[in-house]
């Protein structure tokens, strides 16, 4: 999977950074469906231009305390953005011009290898871009007007950012080219160019390999001693093999009859090395979302005594927006107090009450102190790596789909009532269905629901997130045509709709 390179946006309140960087996601914000809501105020999030794919990190909405005078602020953004990004968006107001504190920050900045980006955001006519000359005073050559409001300037602004960017990795590599071969074979079946069950080989998926599992978690959740625990075990350490991203070492160990990697052990480890515990806190979190990228399973762990928090629904969201497979593991366990036969049943409903958009994950409950149930977290993060690369055969599933339809058709809207044709398996990890019907735009959220519970309840695919696209149906047979240019055939939208 991708390690995907992350862009951090800084500068000082009231700026324009969650302005731009709401206008960059803008269109993928747009398509993200009612239950992921939590990821609404969104911190991070997945962006792509001109082909390349990266995350991009809003470091004014992560809260640090309330007390902390602006200057202090800015600066553990800054200091953060030089320790995790690859490049650095510094913006700045063109209409307030140049601020002691922007000077500071970038005396901050100046320390950084990645690359800084200035921009003079609100410049909202010509006369305010020719304004913002006044910023090269900061000593970067790289420096662009943008009016965020507008999105005047924004594009030219992604082009710099992605030439900036570090070289494509092999995975990332490897991703596009099955996306793109995802995309065919589902275009192939629309198109009447392949039957549904054709080319269920799954050929690009075929590289099975380790369980890549990335631990994830607030601070002094437990991970380190759950780390600890898992390699402490009697388990042999098969290598620490580098990742890909700077510091980050991943840990291969055997297990059961195959092994697993526990990705970025040594971002684990690290500790201590930030001032406030607000501020390690962002720094663990964009820690986090890089070894979730290179991760097949995460597993989250929550305080059994706090709760499920806010944090934690955010890293879980953006486990499920990235189609990981997610184990939820409440850590600290020995300190619930009173426990009796209820009390983990009851923690679940809890849990799932609170977030009923994880109500795919598997919960378990563990000391990293004691032991008690730590092997169980790695059975639980293999088994939903098998869940994960399930393939449903053609047929099977086209039964099953008949089936959902007969029961409950699709509601009507706009007085139209969509049809449900036929589905295909198009990928594993995550398992993503393509369903092709008429109307296939109006398919309402509540029945793609429907659909994905049936889907569960057959299969079970648990602790993996599932992927419906919804896709028209061309009316007329294309069987026996030649092929059409990609994207050309009438009818097919080639929207998509992600439902998990
Ligand atoms: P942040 O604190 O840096 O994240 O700043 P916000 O994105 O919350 O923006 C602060 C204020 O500036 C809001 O009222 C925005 O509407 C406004 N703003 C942001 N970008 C622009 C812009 O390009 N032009 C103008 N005129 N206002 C902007
Ligand atoms: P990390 O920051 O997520 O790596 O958390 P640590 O593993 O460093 O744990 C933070 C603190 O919680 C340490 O003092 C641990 O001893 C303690 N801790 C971790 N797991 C447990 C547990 O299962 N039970 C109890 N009682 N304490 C734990």
């Known amino acids: 999977m991708a390690d995907l390179p992350v862009v951090a946006i800084v500068g000082r309140p009231n700026v324009g950074k969650s ?7 803008g269109e ?3 398509i993200v469906e009612d239950r992921a809501r939590t990821t609404r105020d969104r911190l991070y999030g997945d962006a792509e231009w001109n082909d390349r794919r990266f995350v991009i990190v809003d470091t004014g909405g992560l809260e640090v305390d309330p007390g902390d005078p602006i200057e202090a602020l800015v600066q553990v953004q800054a200091r953060m ?13 063109a209409v307030a011009g140049l601020t002691p504190s922007d000077t500071d920050a970038a005396d901050v ?3 950084s290898n990645a690359p800084v980006i ?6 909202d006519s010509d006369r305010r871009e020719l304004d913002a000359a006044e910023f090269f005073a900061l000593g970067w050559a790289s420096m662009l007007a943008t009016s965020a409001l507008h999105g005047r300037g924004v594009a030219d602004l992604l082009d710099v950012i992605v030439d900036a960017l570090p070289p494509e990795s092999a995975d990332e590599v490897a991703r596009k080219a099955r996306d793109v071969a995802d995309e065919r074979r589902a275009r192939d079946v629309a198109d009447g160019f392949a039957e549904p069950g054709e080319g269920d080989d799954f050929e690009a998926e075929e590289l099975p390999g380790p369980v890549r599992i990335a631990l994830l978690g607030r601070p002094n959740v437990g991970k380190s001693s759950l780390l600890n625990r898992l390699l402490g075990e009697e388990r042999m350490i098969v290598s620490e093999v580098p990742g890909t991203t700077r510091d980050a070492i991943d840990t291969r160990l055997a297990y059961g009859h195959g092994e697993v990697v526990l990705i970025d ?40 005594v706090e709760g499920l928090t806010a944090q934690d629904a955010h890293i879980a969201g953006y486990v499920v927006e990235e189609g990981k497979g997610l184990v939820l593991a409440v850590n600290k366990w020995d300190l619930v107090e009173d426990k009796t036969d209820r009390t983990f049943a009851r923690y679940i409903e809890w849990v799932r009450r609170e977030a009923p958009f994880l109500d795919f994950a598997p919960v378990v409950s563990i000391s990293a102190l004691t032991g008690q149930r730590a092997d169980r977290v790695l059975e ?5 790596w098998g869940e994960r690369r399930r393939r449903i055969p053609t047929g099977e599933l086209n039964r099953l789909v008949a089936d959902a339809v007969a ?15 036929y589905a295909t398996q198009a990928a594993v990890a995550p398992p993503t269905f393509v369903f092709f019907a008429k109307d296939a735009d109006d398919v309402h959220f509540s029945y793609q629901r429907y659909l994905e519970n049936r889907l569960r309840d057959a299969y079970g695919f648990i602790g993996t997130p599932l992927r419906l696209r919804f896709r028209e149906r061309r009316r007329d047979e294309a069987k026996n045509r030649p092929p059409r240019r990609p994207g050309t055939a009438p009818g097919s939208t080639g929207r998509t709709r992600p439902a998990s």
């Open 265 to 304: 052990t040594a971002g684990i480890r690290k500790r201590g090395k930030v001032a406030s515990a607000a501020a390690a806190e962002k720094y663990s979190a964009i820690r986090s979302l890089r070894a979730l990228g290179r991760a097949d399973v995460a597993i989250l762990l929550i305080d059994a």
């Open 81 to 93: 953005a030089i320790a995790e990004a690859d490049v650095i968006v510094f913006v700045v107001d």
């Open 118 to 123: 200035v921009v003079a955001n609100k410049a």
């Open 28 to 30: 993928r914000t747009a």
């Open 19 to 25: 302005t731009l960087f709401n206008r960059i996601l």
């Open 380 to 384: 639980l993060a293999v088994d939903v």
């Open 407 to 421: 029961r409950q058709q699709p509601p009507t809207v706009r007085n139209r009532r969509p049809k449900i044709l």
């Open 109 to 111: 900045l100046r320390r």
